[in-house]
Each structure stands twice: as structure tokens, then as C-alpha cells.
T-cell receptor, first 118, second 109 residues
Framework: GAVVSQHPSWVICKSGTSVKIECRSL??????MFWYRQFPKQSLMLMAT?????????EQGVEKDKFLINHASLTLSTLTVTSAHPEDSSFYIC??????????????FGAGSRLTVL | SQQGEEDPQALSIQEGENATMNCSYK?????LQWYRQNSGRGLVHLIL?????REKHSGRLRVTLDTSKKSSSLLITASRAADTASYFC?????????FGTGTSLTVIP
């Protein structure tokens, strides 16, 4: 089945540094990739939708200059948290849109990346 | 916010019992999907129900959908300790997926 490989699974960084998270779709082409943020014991909050070859669409309240999303190919999307601060510590999850046998769109998730900013 | 709501927020049952969780949403949808998340991991797709379907089964899972009430329920029968996880509903409103608040299920062996 479709797999999304997300890397790194856990990163600890100092405040002020930038961190890049990669998501690769394996065995399928993800023309659309969603990026979510999840705080402990909470649901996923959609941050942005990225389409291959175009600019990402950010949800209201998400700083596009803070969370840079690049979707340069059909199999790779990246999220860069720029000048990270402790409040950016969270669990970030990507998902690619694939097709079920029924033809409906379903999400295939990466395993998530835990970001801890000291 | 288009985010849906789920209830209960937390559910604790004995192994072998059935677990029911509910999801309500706000907009018209193409389909509704249920996902499972183990602690600190990504989500896994469980089952999808289209807007023109009322009930669907997959193994020990049974999903219902009531579009007039904008609600869905997920029933897990004969629960097992391995079913312990968080469960989320997600609505597909045309290539936009919004997740419910989630139900944390604990199955006690």
C-alpha cells in the first residue's frame, strides 16, 4: 500500500535555529500534501495544503514565513520551521492524498516528527 | 472552524466490550473517514463511508453516517487491549480534510 516516509522522527534544537522536516511518498505520487500540527492529547490542526509546483495554501493564523513549505516534486514535500522557539515545540505530521479502491481520496500519513525547541 | 467534534473525549472499557464513539461535523461532505492514532505515531486509515451510504462494516468496525444530522459513529465490537488508541473522524469536503477532536479509547485487559 501507499506509504509516506517522514523524517526526522524526533529533533531537538536550540531556540533560533531552523529545522527541516521531509515527507516522501513511496509508491504513489502525492500531488497534494497536507501538513498538520498536533499538541499533546489534542487533535490534528491543519496548517497548510501544498500542491506540487505551486505555493502552499496556509490556514488562517499560520505564519507562512515561519513555516516554509516546499513541494517541488510529486514525491517530496518539506516543512521548514524557521527561527524555532519553544512554543513551536509540537508534533508535526504530513499526509499525502492517495486513492482508495473506491476511487475516493484517503490520506496516507507519515509517522510524524516531534520537534522540541530548547 | 470546520473542525468537527467527537464524543466522548475519553472512553475506558473492559476487553471484550463494545466501544462506540461519535463524530459531528459542520459542512457538506463527500465522505467521512475514521483514523486511528497510537500514541506519538502517525494516523492510520481505518474505514471510509461515502455521503450516500448509511452504514459500512469492516471486520470488527461498524460505521454509520447520518448526513441530515451531520454525524457519524464508529463501533468497535469485541474490543481488545490492542485497540487502545485515539480515534479521529475526518471529513472530506472536496480535497480538504478536517479532523474531529478525537476520542481516546483505553481497553483494559
Amino acid at each position: 500500500g501507499a506509504v509516506v516516509s517522514q523524517h526526522p522522527s524526533w529533533v531537538i534544537c536550540k531556540s533560533g535555529t531552523s529545522v527541516k522536516i521531509e515527507c516522501r511518498s513511496l509508491d504513489f505520487q502525492a500531488t497534494t500534501m497536507f501538513w498538520y500540527r498536533q499538541f499533546p492529547k489534542q487533535s490534528l490542526m491543519l496548517m497548510a495544503t501544498s500542491n506540487e509546483g505551486s505555493k502552499a495554501t496556509y490556514e488562517q493564523g499560520v505564519e507562512k514565513d515561519k513555516f516554509l513549505i516546499n513541494h517541488a516534486s510529486l514525491t517530496l514535500s518539506t516543512l521548514t520551521v524557521t527561527s524555532a522557539h519553544p512554543e513551536d515545540s509540537s508534533f508535526y505530521i504530513c499526509s499525502g492524498v492517495g486513492r482508495a479502491r473506491s476511487g475516493a481520496n484517503v490520506l496516507t500519513f507519515g509517522a510524524g516528527s516531534r520537534l522540541t525547541v530548547l | 472552524s470546520q473542525q468537527g467534534e467527537e464524543d466522548p473525549q475519553a472512553l475506558s472499557i473492559q476487553e471484550g466490550e463494545n466501544a462506540t464513539m461519535n463524530c459531528s461535523y459542520k459542512t457538506s461532505i463527500n465522505n467521512l473517514q475514521w483514523y486511528r492514532q497510537n500514541s506519538g505515531r502517525g494516523l492510520v486509515h481505518l474505514i471510509l463511508i461515502r455521503s450516500n451510504e448509511r452504514e459500512k462494516h469492516s471486520g470488527r468496525l461498524r460505521v454509520t453516517l447520518d448526513t441530515s444530522k451531520k454525524s457519524s459513529s464508529l463501533l468497535i465490537t469485541a474490543s481488545r487491549a490492542a485497540d487502545t488508541a485515539s480515534y479521529f473522524c475526518a471529513t472530506d469536503a472536496g480535497n480538504q480534510f478536517y479532523f474531529g477532536t478525537g476520542t481516546s479509547l483505553t481497553v483494559i485487559p
